[in-house]
């Protein structure tokens, strides 16, 4: 058998593994944890009424102002999964969102089924990358536990993103070794299904044509091969993009895929008001570390001097992040200034309401410049905060029970390299300098755009970084190969001697 041939079983016996750990978290009958269960809304809404709303009463004859805060991606994804399931015409939307709704569970576990089913597939694809990216077997099935371990399944947004992350920055990578329409087309696809599921993508459309015009005037000699591959890959994101984007332009007069960017600059502003001696403290509070002892030492030594960490609490009405999602904080107190009666626009006119917000956070980041500045390495911090999330010890039970040791023992492994994630990138970044290599840029800008739009605007949550965890471990098995490799070359010359050497 070839070695593709060798990589595709085992590649498809990976997935069949991974089905079958990732199965039981299937049987939850617990869909998206956040949001209030905005997306099964408008998935209900577009199936039984024909409406984009989240809106949790929509008679088929009621106009309602167009829906912009929220990607389409996501919502199309659970409609697909109702409309398809004998259950879904019996139920209501408010007995999907709860879990304690019996009737609802064998819909919702047809989803987390679909969602298992897409992660193990994006498992064993970082193998399979992994493999044809070093040739080394034990690299690549490591590459396969790793992210197995730190998949975070139930997050059902953020894994289909991930999966269409990798096969955009995998594809395009393809794309500049071998110029090829078709690979581009389908890589910009990819980038599309992902802008039109995670609309903070949306900037990457324009990173991803930087990129390639930088590629095609670096490499001249490659150009005419090049180009069309190029253009298949930002016109096969524009075709899946654009229409939704051309909607929200018409109808609500915003050119973009979702309308909550003033809310998110929001928070971001909000944050900023913190006193310099909380600034200190957020880095205690959101140091990337599992050990209680060094935790807890960090935190005493940092502790703000007047507030505490009480302000850092998500579910405290005078905290941060409420008194934003209540408009009681300082952004709304500026939104009132600049434009009284602004409030009224949440259910009338999102656009307007998020454009008000946008413009006061903006006066307030501007204000807090400094300070903002220091905060964005505070949530860089707590953003790449990339914890293991595979249950395992409740899996290995009867006759696996022989396989728990070696799983801890793994699983503790995979706690401490994923400190190394980062480091990889920086050091592959290097490496791709220093050779040439400019595909592997379509690795790692996106991981580096990810990081880096989430760290400077945003108050950047660990989920935010969920759909770039595959390019990361993809990244680290390539650098533990070119880490590998040096080691091996200098030990053969020590060996050798330096007259043996050519």
């Known amino acids: 058998m070839s070695k593709t041939g060798q ?51 929509l008679g088929n004859g009621r106009a309602r102002p167009p829906y912009v805060r929220r990607a389409p991606g996501y919502p199309l994804f659970l409609a697909t999964v109702f409309a398809l399931s004998p259950e879904f015409p019996s139920l209501t939307h408010a007995c999907i969102s709860d879990t304690q709704c019996d009737a609802a569970v064998p819909v919702r576990r047809r989803v987390q089924r679909l ?13 399979l990358v992994a493999h044809t990216w070093t040739g080394s077997w034990l690299i690549s099935i490591a ?16 894994v289909l993103a991930a999966c269409l992350l990798f ?12 110029p090829r329409c078709v690979t581009g087309a389908i890589s910009g696809v990819a980038l599309g299904l992902l ?18 015009a930088v590629g095609l005037w670096w490499d001249g000699s490659r150009r005419r091969t090049l180009l069309p591959a190029c253009l298949a890959l930002l016109l096969g994101a524009g075709v899946v993009t654009l229409p939704w984007m051309m909607r929200n332009a018409l109808q609500v007069e915003h050119f973009g895929i979702s309308g909550r960017s003033g809310e998110v600059l929001a928070i971001r502003a909000e944050y900023g008001r913190m006193t310099w001696s909380e600034v200190r403290g957020a880095f205690a509070f959101w140091l990337p570390t599992n050990n209680a002892a060094v935790r807890e030492a960090a935190l005493q030594w940092l502790e703000p001097d007047e507030f505490g960490y009480r302000r850092f609490d998500r579910g ?14 300082e952004v709304a107190a500026r939104a009132d200034r600049l434009e009284p009666g602004w409030r009224q626009y949440q259910s009338k006119d999102q656009v307007a309401y998020d454009a008000v917000l946008a413009r006061a956070s903006a006066d307030l980041i501007r204000e807090d410049w400094l300070k903002q500045a220091v905060l964005t390495l505070a949530f860089l911090e707590r953003g790449i905060s990339i914890r293991p999330h595979f249950s395992y010890k409740n899996r290995f039970s009867g006759y696996l029970r022989p396989f728990l040791a070696p799983m801890t023992f793994i699983y503790g492994l995979a706690q401490l390299c994923r400190y190394l994630l980062l480091p990889a990138v920086g050091l592959m970044a290097m490496v791709a300098w220093r050779r040439r290599r400019f595909e592997l840029g379509f690795l790692l800008l996106p991981v580096l755009y990810v990081l880096g739009i989430h760290a400077l605007a945003t108050h950047f949550e660990p989920r935010y970084a969920y759909p770039v965890v595959p390019l990361l471990v993809l990244v680290f098995a390539i650098t533990a190969q070119e880490v590998w490799s040096c080691f091996h070359d200098k030990r053969d010359r020590s060996r050798t001697g330096p007259s043996d050497v050519p």
């Open 7 to 57: 990589r595709a079983g085992v590649a498809l016996l990976l997935t069949v593994v991974g089905f079958a750990l990732l199965w039981p978290e299937a049987e939850g009958g617990r869909l998206n944890p956040f949001e209030g269960g905005q997306y099964e809304r408008i998935a209900f809404n577009m199936i039984h009424h024909g409406q984009y709303h989240d809106a949790r009463q």
């Open 115 to 127: 969602t298992a089913l897409i992660a193990a597939v994006t498992v064993a694809a970082v193998f």
């Open 143 to 158: 590459a396969w536990v790793f992210y197995l371990i730190l998949l975070p399944s139930s997050y059902i947004a953020s």
């Open 167 to 178: 096969v955009h920055a995998v594809l395009a990578a393809e794309t500049w070794r071998r």
């Open 195 to 212: 802008v039109l599921t995670k609309a903070v993508f949306q900037y990457w459309l324009v990173g991803v044509a930087l990129v390639c």
């Open 316 to 329: 405290n009405p005078a905290g941060f992040f409420r008194r934003t999602k209540n408009n009681t904080g």
